[in-house]
């Protein structure tokens, strides 16, 4: 009787052994995983300045939640400036919703351009091959007609070499 209880013991602490061995070794390293709270009208990255700091071929998983009560956007652009200047020619030529999307989405930075609605979560992976700086805007025009960014809906993003 004592014999087949240790005898028990000893073969539940080798399954848990086991278990933990097999654990471990399953457990791949996930990318870093950046959160970026957005409302109107900023960006918020990890509860703080709404910079990302990353490594050239690093990917990281962002976590993009709209906290607000407008759509808004992650539009990856090089120049922030001309992006909000273009969108506010387009809108002075009363260029229809379609034709502005078509345009944002082709000056996107490697096509990058997501849409997070009010109450949502959108998430997506980033990586980069080339060190710089670049940034994510927001060029949605709901409720005032003027690109969030201008409003201040702005983030910078810096890759290092
Ligand atoms: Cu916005």
């Known amino acids: 009787m004592r014999t087949s209880r240790l005898v028990l013991v000893i073969t539940l602490i080798a399954i848990l052994v086991i278990a933990a ?3 471990t070794f399953l457990r791949q390293p996930g990318p870093r995983e950046v959160r970026i709270k957005v409302t109107e009208f900023s960006y918020q990255v990890d509860s703080g300045q709404p910079i990302i700091t ?3 071929g690093e990917e990281i998983r962002v ?5 607000g009560k407008h759509d808004h956007e992650f539009l990856l652009v090089r120049d922030k400036d001309v992006a909000i200047q273009t969108v506010r020619e387009e809108l002075a030529k009363g260029t229809p919703d379609e034709a502005l ?3 944002k989405s082709n000056m996107a930075v490697m096509g990058i351009r997501y849409e997070v609605e009010p109450g949502s979560l959108t998430i997506f992976r980033l990586r ?3 060190p710089g700086t670049f940034y994510f805007v927001c060029l949605e025009t709901e409720p005032r007609g ?3 960014a201008e409003l201040g809906e702005v983030g910078q993003i810096v890759v290092e070499g």
């Open 128 to 130: 980069f091959t080339t």
């Open 101 to 103: 999307d078509r345009l």
């Open 54 to 56: 990353l490594k050239v």
């Open 146 to 148: 003027v690109p969030h």
């Open 21 to 23: 061995a097999l654990a």
């Open 63 to 67: 976590v993009l939640e709209n906290v």
